[in-house]
């Protein structure tokens, strides 16, 4: 093992949560799915979504569709499908009960945050985050409704619709410029392709668009990835055998000799951001994320070289 690997994997035993740890044995030290299962489980609601800081920028308990998203994202990541397990049918439920969706988007910040800590990008505004952050997350979670709901329901029938107004509404407009919102019509493309849905819209020219997409979001400045809040290519793929890598391969395998050399003595990496308004909170958090970062980043080098 590398001393790379032997640093995060301390800093993930002395710090992560029960989550994170769950994480990283599946990933690196045979563990299951069962444990981040149940983990994960944790974050759940009673009405099938997700909150109480899953995704650590905002402490709010309630079910909130970002922090809903992020669970989609860590049953992704351990390559769980089955349809009829309480996560995902909590999930499912919560996208149908429609308590944040506004018949267009689910929004991507909810009024409940306002009454915990947070970032200051998880606060609420009445002005309506639809128009600052578009089809982020719903175009990921419209393809997570697609890929898992009955084929035979009205709410299947839902998600194809929004499905199809995310699609025109890539196409009416510039190359994202924000590439959270271009990860989540990544996922949307994904989740046709694996549901073997093809009649919704047009998915090539979609995998297309989604090509130049990735080349355009990907910071190229690599001097800026020391200090800034920037895109690398392992925010849209982890292996090089992804539709994405050949397009970017020079600046993919750059990332590796990036993660080795900027990693931290205490086994972690640099978090580029911060919220001021409850630095207790934050501190915390911070730490959350870094377990997160060790984790992708670790998994990112497992799939370019021998960790």
């Excluded at 609601?45 to 920028?57: K, Q, T």
């Excluded at 959270?180 to 998915?203: K, P």
């Excluded at 409850?278 to 992708?296: Q, T």
């Amino acid at each position: 093992m590398s001393s790379t690997f032997e640093k995060a994997r301390t800093f993930i035993y002395r710090n992560a949560r029960p989550l994170d740890i769950a994480r990283w044995q599946y990933h690196f030290e045979d563990g299951s799915k069962d444990a981040v299962l149940t983990a994960l489980a944790a974050y759940q609601n009673e009405d099938g979504g997700f909150g109480h800081a899953l995704e650590p920028d905002c402490w709010n308990p309630n079910s909130a569709p970002i922090q809903t998203w992020t669970a989609t994202e860590i049953l992704r990541e351990i390559d769980f499908t089955d349809a009829a397990h309480p996560i995902i049918q909590g999930i499912l439920r919560y996208l149908a009960g429609g308590e944040h969706f506004n018949g267009k988007f689910w929004p991507f910040a909810i009024k409940s945050n306002e009454d915990y800590p947070h970032a200051p990008w998880w606060g609420y505004s009445e002005a309506g985050d639809d128009g600052n952050y578009g089809y982020n997350p719903t175009a990921c979670l419209v393809g997570f409704i697609i890929r898992f709901a009955e084929k035979n329901s009205d709410f299947y029938q839902l998600g194809r619709k929004i499905a199809k107004e995310a699609f025109d509404s890539y196409f009416g407009q510039e190359l994202l410029g924000d590439n959270h919102t271009a990860g989540c019509y990544i996922r949307l493309w994904q989740y046709c392709e694996e549901a073997g849905v093809a009649d919704i819209f047009e998915l090539a020219k979609l995998k297309e668009r989604l090509r130049k997409q990735v080349q355009h979001s990907i910071t190229k400045d690599t001097a800026s990835w020391e200090t800034d809040y920037i895109c690398t290519p392992s925010f849209f793929f982890k292996t090089n055998d992804s539709f994405f890598y050949a397009d970017n391969k020079d600046i993919a395998d750059y990332e590796c000799e990036f993660i080795v050399k900027s990693q931290l003595e205490d086994g972690s990496w640099n978090i580029p951001w911060g919220w001021a308004a409850y630095p207790e909170e934050w501190a915390i958090s911070k730490n959350w994320w870094k377990g997160n970062g060790a984790i992708l980043n670790m998994l990112y080098l497992k799939s370019f070289r021998d960790v």
